[in-house]
């Protein structure tokens, strides 16, 4: 199973901010958190990753709680196009071992 | 670069039938995964790979077998179909820099068991 947890559904204005949250309190400190989307029924796409600081790229920024312990993806302005699937991971197990993926939280872009 | 690619697209298999669910990468990943998805849900981890030669069993692998004879290729193979496999299956690669990994999907087999 995996260690996150996410609200099932957020509905989002276009052009607005999405603040998605994710919840990781059994995260060791050596573990990044990853985001991951999947529109409609295409394969999941990676959005952005972090340790411990606070990481921005062209399509999102993660915001992650100093205690590590829950996180929140933020997509600044977001667009119709953003209408998706997102999945918060943490791995279940330390080291090299797969990503799992939860229910994630489908994101409605509207109108 | 094609990335990832999976072959075929869509399959309608009957009950019993057997069949292999193409997977290549062409970016020299050492990592690779097949995942399945069923309507509405998430993915769930079949089998992975961490190198050539190398494969371990993920959340659901009962009635798939899986080889990693070349680094480019992830061959998902279902020996007697069943209708609980109808489900679309991802194939994925990735590799880790040291800095975390970021992984790469296929776009995806729709399978159905009839």
């Known amino acids: 199973d995996a260690k996150t947890t996410q609200p099932p559904s957020m509905d989002c204005a276009e052009g607005r901010a999405a603040n998605l949250p994710c919840n990781h309190s059994?995260?060791?400190?050596?573990?990044?958190v990853y985001w991951y989307r999947q529109i409609h029924s295409q394969g999941p796409q990676y959005i952005i990753h972090g340790l411990k600081n606070n990481e921005t790229n062209e399509m999102a920024s993660l915001i992650i709680t100093e205690d590590r312990k829950s996180s929140t993806l933020i997509l600044p302005h977001a667009t119709l196009r953003d209408t998706a699937v997102y999945y918060c991971i943490v791995r279940v197990q330390s080291g090299n071992t797969p990503l799992v993926f939860g229910k994630g939280t489908r994101l409605s872009v509207i109108a | 670069n094609a990335g990832v690619t999976q072959t075929p697209k869509f399959r309608i298999l009957k009950i019993g039938q057997s069949m292999t669910l193409q997977c290549t990468q062409d970016?020299?990943?050492?990592?690779m995964y097949w995942y399945r998805q069923d309507p509405g849900m998430g993915l769930k981890l079949i089998y992975y790979?961490?190198?050539?030669?190398?494969?371990d069993k993920g959340e659901v692998p009962n009635g798939y077998n899986v080889s990693r004879s070349t680094t480019e290729d992830f061959p998902l193979r279902l020996e007697l179909a069943a209708p609980s496999q109808t489900s679309v299956y991802f194939c994925?690669?990735?590799?880790?820099?040291?800095?975390?990994?970021?992984?790469?999907f296929g776009s995806g087999t729709q399978l159905s068991v009839l």
């Open positions: 790979s961490v190198g050539a030669g190398i494969t």
């Open positions: 970016m020299n990943h050492n990592y």
């Open positions: 994925a690669s990735s590799y880790n820099t040291g800095g975390g990994e970021k992984l790469f």
């Open positions: 059994t995260i060791s400190g050596n573990e990044y």
